[in-house]
């Protein structure tokens, strides 16, 4: 049993993650998918835009004065994501660019399908994370939710790329149907061989929200039944483990990375978001187009980060006010922290680094 310890990570200024979903196209029909074709559109990001886009991020800073350290491209994380990245042609010419531009760790988030032979045409060590959603141990845990036999096609694919040598992640997303069984990924994990997990809890965003899917959402007591406890057992058998905070005690320090952090999410359409909580509404607060990145006038997202609020997270009080418990007295009984606020169990002597 691995020693391991525990931290939330803390929202920095000198380090920037970027997002790109290269397209919103997928083949798959998860239940909670976050994707919503109706803001985002169903184009397919060309490859001048995206190495415009790898190249502006690698070179200028959009905040006031400079990043910390000598390259603003090895201050930055890039995560390439769609739907589904791997139904991009030009995945592996992306990848090979943002190497050559020194991003300081490059990410795909696949649905595990891996399209266009990418396991053949990417060398392992142009990644530092191959990320594979599995949201079950078993089929009859996850193929409900995230379709028929995609189990079996993801479990395959996920021991291929370890056998091959790749840094391999999974990515549960916690719901009401699959919370109870977040326990037996720890074995199948060790199994695979998979050294890093990442798990999520499901939002109300895209298809979730729009089928009023709200019973798939977990309450507070649920969570802490289970995730944090199968978080430490995942850590305990050598795993690099990555949940969200989502909640804060009273007594701690509410941030929001909105204001703190940089973090920007680009869709095919142009749209630059600064917060997913807003990624259902036109409330972007950039847009990117052959002008480079543009900042929107107000209101945007940015407006709303200021609002200082006892519950904490302002959007989430917004869009989601039922999440949100109160006392007798009208205050909050906890604050809703940050989405992008992570906890990370991290066993000793683990090779990885925190990445988004
Ligand atoms: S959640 Fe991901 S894998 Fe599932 S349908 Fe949406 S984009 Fe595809
Ligand atoms: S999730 Fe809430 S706290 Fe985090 S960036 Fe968005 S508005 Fe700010």
């Given amino acids: 049993m691995s020693s391991v310890v525990t931290r939330t990570v803390?929202?920095?200024?000198?380090?920037?993650?970027?997002?790109?979903?290269?397209?919103?196209?997928?083949?798959?029909?998860?239940?909670?998918?976050?994707?919503?074709?109706?803001?985002?559109?169903?184009?397919?990001?060309?490859?001048e835009a995206v190495h415009s886009l790898l190249a502006l991020f690698a070179s200028r800073s959009f905040k006031d004065g400079e990043m910390a350290g000598n390259s603003i491209a090895a201050s930055t994380n890039?995560?390439?994501?769609?739907?589904?990245?791997?139904?991009?042609?030009?995945?592996?010419?992306?990848?090979?660019?943002?190497?050559?531009?020194g991003y300081r760790s490059i990410t795909v988030d696949s649905n595990g399908f891996l399209f266009n032979d990418f396991l053949r045409k990417v060398p392992?060590?142009?990644?530092?994370?191959?990320?594979?959603?599995?949201?079950?141990?078993?089929?009859?845990?996850?193929?409900?939710?995230?379709g028929k036999g995609v189990f079996d096609t993801v479990?395959?694919?996920?021991?291929?790329?370890?056998?091959?040598?790749?840094?391999?992640?999974?990515?549960?997303?916690?719901?009401?149907?699959?919370?109870?069984?977040?326990?037996g990924m720890v074995p199948l994990l060790q199994r695979l061989g998979v050294t890093r997990f990442f798990i999520q809890v499901v939002g109300l965003r895209g298809r979730a929200g729009e089928g009023g899917e709200t019973s798939l959402q977990l309450s507070r007591e649920e969570w802490d039944l289970v995730v944090p406890a199968s978080a430490r057992s995942a850590a305990e058998a050598g795993m690099w483990v990555t949940y969200p905070k989502?909640?804060?005690?009273?007594?701690?320090?509410?941030?929001?990375?909105?204001?703190?952090?940089?973090?920007?999410?680009?869709?095919p359409n142009?749209?630059?978001?600064?917060?997913?909580?807003?990624?259902?509404?036109?409330?972007?607060?950039?847009?990117?187009?052959?002008?480079?990145?543009?900042?929107r006038p107000p209101i945007t997202e940015m407006e709303l980060f200021s609002l200082t609020?006892?519950?904490?997270?302002?959007?989430n009080k917004l869009l989601h006010p039922g999440n949100i418990e109160y006392?007798?007295?009208?205050?909050?009984?906890?604050?809703?922290?940050?989405?992008?606020?992570?906890?990370?169990?991290?066993?000793?002597?683990h090779p990885g680094r925190s990445q988004p």
Avoid: W
């Fill in 10 to 47: 803390a929202f920095r200024q000198d380090t920037r993650n970027l997002f790109v979903h290269l397209l919103t196209r997928c083949n798959l029909r998860c239940r909670h998918c976050y994707i919503n074709p109706g803001q985002h559109g169903t184009g397919v990001m060309d490859a």
């Fill in 78 to 101: 890039l995560v390439l994501l769609g739907g589904e990245p791997t139904l991009h042609p030009d995945l592996p010419r992306f990848i090979s660019f943002a190497r050559e531009l």
């Fill in 124 to 146: 392992p060590e142009m990644v530092d994370n191959l990320s594979f959603s599995l949201d079950g141990p078993s089929p009859a845990v996850n193929d409900p939710i995230r």
């Fill in 155 to 183: 479990v395959t694919n996920i021991s291929r790329a370890v056998e091959m040598g790749f840094p391999v992640s999974v990515i549960f997303t916690a719901n009401r149907l699959n919370v109870r069984h977040l326990p």
């Fill in 246 to 267: 989502v909640f804060l005690g009273q007594e701690e320090e509410f941030q929001c990375a909105g204001v703190v952090a940089e973090n920007y999410f680009v869709f």
């Fill in 270 to 295: 142009g749209r630059v978001y600064t917060c997913p909580l807003c990624e259902d509404y036109p409330l972007h607060a950039y847009e990117f187009s052959q002008e480079g990145l543009v900042r």
């Fill in 309 to 315: 609020i006892p519950e904490g997270c302002v959007l």
């Fill in 327 to 349: 006392r007798r007295d009208g205050s909050p009984a906890f604050k809703v922290a940050c989405c992008m606020l992570k906890e990370e169990l991290v066993p000793e002597g």
